[in-house]
C-alpha cells in the first residue's frame, strides 16, 4: 500500500512529482492507480536528466510525454522539471484550504 492509498480514502489530497519505481510495465501500477491525485515523473524510475525518451521518458498524470519542455529558462532538466510540478499541484491544493494534503517530491539527482 503507498501513502496515497492510505490518505485518499481519508479526504487528503495526495500529490506526486519525481521517480517511481514500483512498475512500469503495468499501468494499474503508476502513481495514478496507486492513490495519488496528480503525477509528473518517470514512471520507470530513472531516465537521462536533460534529455528523458521512451521507454525512460516523463508521465503527466497517465500521459506520456514525448517531448518534455523546460519548465525554465533553461534546458529540460528532471530536477527542475519535478520541483515545477510540485509547485503546480500545491497550487492546484491551495483553492480548497479545507481539504489536507500530501506532496510526495523524489528527486533523481540526490542519488
Not at 12 to 30: N, P, S, V
Not at 44 to 52: N, S, V
Not at 61 to 81: C, G, K, L, M, R
Amino acid at each position: 500500500m503507498t501513502i496515497g492509498e492510505l490518505l485518499s480514502p481519508a479526504g487528503y489530497t495526495t500529490l506526486m512529482a519525481g521517480k517511481w519505481h514500483l512498475g512500469i510495465h503495468e499501468q494499474d501500477r503508476w502513481p495514478r492507480q496507486r492513490g495519488f491525485d496528480r503525477y509528473y515523473g518517470c514512471i520507470p524510475g530513472a531516465t537521462r536528466f536533460f534529455h528523458p525518451e521512451h521507454p525512460r521518458g516523463m508521465t503527466l498524470d497517465n500521459t506520456p510525454i514525448e517531448t518534455p519542455v523546460s519548465t525554465t529558462d533553461e534546458p529540460f532538466y528532471t530536477t527542475d522539471a519535478f520541483t515545477d510540478y510540485a509547485i503546480k499541484f500545491l497550487s492546484e491544493a491551495w483553492s480548497n484550504p479545507d481539504k489536507p494534503f500530501l506532496l510526495y517530491l523524489a528527486s533523481t539527482a540526490p542519488h
